[in-house]
């Protein structure tokens, strides 16, 4: 049966609705009570952190609740970046948001960025009820068997299993619209900071194990809070899709593009040395400068290059790709620039 657009809105309303009052509730108010009476059959997968736990009654749930209230007892500010709902099935939501949590631990402020906070929405007379949660903590590096993001995959896919009995045509190409949810950039179509993790790891396993190079671009674009203030943000969501398709044109299918965060975006190139790397963003560079003007104001982009050495991490390679982009900032935006150095000073 399938769902008239009106009312497909209508439902993911209220389904972001009761998001944002759980999240309100479990962190704000720390209402144990109120968070049982908004679930059914809850379920909560974790992991990021070493640990993988599924609870699939409100009796482990209370438990989970608890331990975690013991860690952390007063209320947590938390700010809701980014929210996607989207329906694979009638009867079905899927809700993610990216989350930053600013817990006080001990008397400090501590600020946990980008966590990423999947439910899923089953509905009792007519009102949505939350049957899964899963919460993803991003880290740099992950073990093996985490498989990150693909576990989380995995996490939502067992959810949908035990709700829809009938696996039609519709709801396998709803699976893979859903992987695709995971890894993927709503506005611009490029892969996501998620995925850009995952690739740079494997990255420099890869060229670590076989003694090869890649290369890794960071693109950022000047003055985007001007554009944002001056023309508005539809403006600027204009721009950050134009800038992902020149990207986009001038990469290759085994090179990988993300939208790393705001206007920031990030390419790794496989098999690419530091020469080639360069030709590449000077192509970028020069082909936004040249065609994307508003009203006679040309756009702009920064690029900060780097290549991979023998014994980097993902954080090694990426400041030096980032403080190449800062030289590229200060000294006078609209340039591409390399670092070879393979220790580089904090900004």
Partial sequence: ?????????????????????????????????????????????????????????????????????????????????????????????????????HPYIQGYEVTLRDIRQTMVFGFEEGKPVICHIHTSLPTNVHEDEESYPLKEIQAVSEVVNRLVSEKTQDLKEAYHELEEVVVRDCLTGLFNRNKFDDVLLQEIKRSNRYLSTFSLIICDIDHFKHINDTYGHLKGDQILKLLAQIILNHTRETDLCCRWGGEEFAIILPETGPKEAQIIAEKIRLSIFRNQCIESEHITVSLGIASFHSGDCPNTLFSRADCALYRAKQSGRNKSVFIDEIKVKEN
């Fill in 1 to 101: 049966m399938e769902v008239n657009l009106e009312e497909q809105k209508r439902i993911l309303a209220m389904c972001q609705t009761v998001f944002e009052q759980f999240m309100h509730a479990y962190l704000t108010e720390r209402d144990l009570k109120k968070c049982c009476e908004m679930a059914s059959a809850i379920g909560i997968t974790s992991f990021g952190t070493g640990r993988d736990e599924k609870i699939w009654n409100q009796d482990d749930f209370i438990k989970f609740y608890t331990r975690d209230m013991e860690s952390v007892p007063d209320p947590i500010p938390f700010h809701i970046k980014n929210h996607h709902l989207y329906m694979p099935a009638p009867g079905l939501v899927i809700a993610q948001s990216i989350i930053d949590l």
